[in-house]
């Protein structure tokens, strides 16, 4: 069975730094789509960035530029640095992972089979 624990959440104000890492146990980070959701208060969850078996990472238009995700094959980790932060990137980032290396619809999130429970990240003005 899958867990996936997520840590490195916090609070900074607008144009800071945060690094999220995602703890992978029952899988392997670097074998098998993986991704970065978030969810803002009043707000659906949305799809943040994946990357996929064969390292083809995947962005939504609101981060590119300022996000970067890395998988991490010594620590089994997923990682999300988070660079030039705004408000808007507020909510409870969640970290997750499909059971095949293949991130087509890498944003619809019906097709990941494991999730951790979130980390709370708040960017203030």
């Known amino acids: 069975q899958v867990k996936l624990v997520e840590s490195g959440g916090g609070s900074v104000q607008a144009g800071g730094s945060l690094r999220l890492s995602c703890a992978v146990s029952?899988?392997?980070?670097?074998?098998?789509?993986m991704g970065w959701f978030r969810q803002g208060p009043g707000k659906e969850r949305e799809g943040v960035a994946a990357?996929?078996?064969?390292?083809?990472?995947y962005y939504a238009d609101s981060v590119k530029g300022r996000f970067t995700i890395s998988q991490d094959s010594g620590k089994n980790t997923l990682e999300l640095q988070m660079n030039g932060l705004k408000p808007e990137d507020s909510g409870i980032y969640y970290c997750?992972?499909?059971?095949?290396?293949?991130?087509?619809?890498?944003?619809?999130?019906?097709?990941?089979?494991?999730w951790g429970q979130g980390t709370q990240v708040t960017v203030s003005s």
């Open positions: 997750a992972a499909r059971d095949i290396s293949g991130c087509f619809t890498w944003d619809f999130r019906g097709l990941y089979n494991s």
């Open positions: 029952g899988s392997s980070a670097t074998s098998v789509c």
């Open positions: 990357v996929g078996g064969a390292g083809r990472t």
